[in-house]
């Protein structure tokens, strides 16, 4: 049973626009989550996070919100650009309740084309 | 500084035999973490470590696999009596100190039982 759900395999963004990928989460225990770039042959990239009592965490070009009633999350990317273009994974963890592990989505494959 | 290290890069094996993943995490973090990604999924939490001891093993798919962390910092993942269905991509991250610390990923080790 997947408790993170990346719903979208692959999106596909022109150069200076906005990328909005998203994540859907199921435990409601989560209360922790984090974003995750991968480049092939490569490992996974912490890019941004965000803690329950928040709604919003922003990093330069990176904003992720945080909807906590609906169990949803997402990540804008703006501008694009065509570096950003990977395997971008959603997190979470229940840190309240003293785990610490990562359970993460199947990833979605953005590609930014010039 | 360094980041975390995984050798060997590829492991092909026949099924049946032993294997060890060897994990060198960031000069001093004290946590280590092994996930497994199979294709077309998100990493899976296996186990982390806190120091030398397994703080949490619930996500080590059953008896055949195992890890230790003698000294506090390099760390073995063993698996005995390899199937087809451990063919992945062993992914190894570490963080400073608490769990709570982002975690840092490895390249990881592709294991391909033949």
């Known amino acids: 049973d997947q408790q993170v759900k990346q719903n979208s395999p692959s999106l596909s963004v022109q150069e200076g626009r906005i990328s909005i990928l998203n994540c859907d989460y199921t435990n409601s225990m989560f209360d922790y989550f984090l974003w995750y770039k991968k480049y092939p042959a490569e490992g996974p990239t912490f890019l941004i996070s965000?803690?329950?009592?928040?709604d919003k965490n922003e990093d330069g070009r990176f904003t992720v919100f945080l909807n906590k009633s609906a169990k949803h999350l997402s990540l804008h990317i703006v501008p694009s650009q065509p570096g950003d273009s990977a395997v971008y994974f959603c997190a979470a963890s229940e840190r309240g309740a003293g785990s610490y592990q990562l359970t993460f989505g199947k990833g979605t494959k953005l590609s930014v084309i010039p | 500084g360094a980041g975390v290290s995984q050798t060997p890069s590829n492991k092909v094996t026949e099924k049946g035999k032993y294997v060890e993943l060897r994990c060198d995490p960031i000069?001093?973090?004290?946590?280590l973490y092994w996930y497994r990604q199979s294709l077309g999924q998100g990493p899976e939490f296996l186990i982390y470590f806190q120091g030398t001891g397994a703080a949490d093993d619930s996500g080590l798919p059953n008896d055949r696999f195992f890890a230790v962390r003698p000294e506090g910092s390099v760390s073995t993942l063993k698996i005995q009596r390899t199937e087809r269905g451990d063919s992945a991509v062993y992914l190894c991250?570490?963080?400073?100190?608490?769990?709570?610390?982002?975690?840092?990923f490895g390249p990881g080790t592709r294991l391909t039982v033949l």
């Open positions: 991250a570490s963080s400073q100190g608490r769990g709570t610390d982002t975690q840092y």
């Open positions: 965000i803690s329950s009592i928040k």
């Open positions: 000069s001093g973090h004290t946590a």
